[in-house]
């Protein structure tokens, strides 16, 4: 293996970051800083945590895998999600910063709900807690899916085997460092991956002969590739644009806002956030685009990328570039599966401790125990991602659709309203969250209209969400003044 520079440089990677897990261990004193990370982050590693918190290993293999297919129609979803990104920092980062310390000090998106609606009875915290594990184990699959298909092709091993090995990568420093060796390896993963997705397009292009060649090279193959509608119809455009609405209800990517040091940092972190965004998601479009080109021109490596189309970025960084720069490229697929994975093992994590053995078994359990409880419940989870991964035909951007439409539906209404409107109470985000998850689970069984489920998902949990708040008795005084107070601080700045 050490013969081999790629994997020299991808193995080096992967020992920094566990070195990263180790140096973050020495700040985490307590729980909270296990899952929360104090709310010490500043703008630059919020933002960049956020992006790369949000960015799985399907903006290296799935996105790029689908553009190589079916043309530049792909990239909708891309447009879909830089405006929810957007959207996402204007309307509730700032909001959920505040609210999650005002509502006692919240650590979790079900702790938020049980205190923003004094849910005496426990039932959001049950339910919000159920649609976390459900969706979250599915969506940590198709990260661990995504870093054996890397270590199967870099370390030329059965993918059983990468199964393992790569999940382990991300499992130890998690385990260590708890969400400070998660948000401080993303801000490294995050520029890493930036470079990678704006260098890899420029040299693909430069093999084709510049960029008007590299067009016309895939306007050759296909003239529909070059086309934004082609294939599409009014309903495939808004289920790829649908995506942005995933944003709300992420809570991978909302425990970055609550984690944020104040509220005075977002606006920068907002900026960076996007412009991070735009460089990523254009780069990961750009190189499913030109690589069409590239192996329509390379027939004798094209063999290399047609048994599964999601590995063209892997093949072009093994290809074009010297090995040691294949190696960085190649550890930026992993800096993608692993920040992700690493963040929604950690969500999982502190549901499972603060949710249900801290809010149903052991109230009174110390901060030692819960911090050990919750590295326990890291390595519970991962073992039940690596058991759903298990098939070698996984897609990864198949998994990672279905559950972000779980979150999105299910808890992106909740939050949204719940941060604008006083009027909401505790049975409209039961209601919201129940329709939201259930009509996720039925449409996508069903696939009507071929409408993505995240679509009336968001649009009948939203209805739930007022007409069961209307129907119902509206909140109490001290719910209102806590909602007046979250306004005056936003306002504030």
């Known amino acids: 293996m050490f013969s081999n520079p790629t994997a020299v440089t991808f193995t080096g990677y992967m020992i920094l970051m566990v070195v990263l897990g180790f140096v973050a261990w020495r700040y985490t004193r307590n729980f909270n800083d296990y899952i929360l990370g104090g709310r010490s982050l500043g703008g630059i590693v919020t933002a960049l945590s956020v992006g790369a918190s949000d960015m799985s290993g399907w903006l290296l293999m799935g996105l790029p895998g689908a553009v190589f297919l079916s043309g ?12 929810g990104t957007f959207l996402n920092w204007k309307f509730v980062a700032a909001r959920l910063r505040v609210y999650t310390e005002v509502s006692h000090n919240a650590l979790t998106l079900p702790d938020f709900f049980t205190h923003r609606f004094k849910d005496d009875t426990r039932v959001l915290r049950i339910l919000a807690a159920v649609v976390i594990l459900v969706f979250f184990t599915i969506y940590c699959a198709s990260g661990v899916v995504a870093g054996a298909r890397l270590f199967e092709n870099t370390f030329d091993m059965s993918y059983d085997r990468a199964l393992w090995i790569g999940a382990a990568a991300t499992i130890v420093y998690v385990f260590i460092g708890g969400f400070l060796a998660v948000s401080w390896t993303d801000t490294f993963q995050a520029s890493l991956m930036c ?64 984690a944020a ?67 960085i490229l190649m550890a930026a697929i992993l800096a993608a599966v692993m920040s992700t994975l690493s963040c929604q093992l950690l969500v999982c994590s502190s549901t499972l401790t603060q949710d249900f053995y801290r809010g149903f078994l052991r109230p009174k359990a110390n901060q030692w125990e819960l911090l050990w409880f919750g590295r326990m419940m890291v390595l519970l989870i991962s073992f039940v991602s690596i058991f759903i991964a298990m098939d070698p035909q996984s897609l990864v951007l198949s998994l990672v659709s279905y559950a972000w439409a779980g979150f999105g539906a299910a808890f992106g209404p909740v939050i949204l309203i719940s941060l604008w409107w006083k009027r909401m109470n505790k049975y409209g985000a039961m209601a919201g969250m129940f329709v939201g998850a259930a009509t996720v689970l039925i449409w996508h069984q069903f696939n009507w209209f071929g409408l993505y489920e995240i679509v009336p998902g968001f649009v009948f949990a939203s209805i739930a969400i007022f007409a069961a708040s209307l129907l119902t008795k509206e909140p109490d005084e001290e719910i209102c003044e806590t909602f007046e107070r979250v306004e005056a601080e936003v306002k504030a700045g």
């Not at 530049?72 to 405006?83: C, K, N, P, V």
Request: aromatic share 12%; with cysteine.
């Open 72 to 83: 530049i129609s792909e990239s909708w979803i891309a447009i879909g999600l830089t405006f």
């Open 261 to 327: 040091r104040s509220i005075k940092v977002i606006p920068r972190a907002c900026r960076i956030s996007l412009v991070w965004m735009i460089f990523c998601l254009g780069g990961a479009v750009s190189v499913g685009f030109f690589g069409s080109a590239y192996f329509a021109a390379h027939v004798d490596q094209a063999a290399l990328v047609t048994e599964n189309h999601e590995r063209v970025f892997i093949v072009l960084s093994q290809v074009l570039f010297n090995p040691w720069i294949g190696g």
């Open 195 to 258: 470079v990678a997705l704006v260098v890899t397009p420029i040299v693909v292009m430069n093999d084709l002969g510049g960029f008007s060649s590299a067009v016309e090279q895939v306007r050759a193959i296909d003239p529909n590739m070059v086309n934004m509608l082609s294939h599409q119809t009014f309903i495939g455009v808004l289920s790829l644009v649908a995506w942005g609405l995933g944003y709300f209800g992420q809570p991978h990517i909302l425990v970055r806002f609550m």
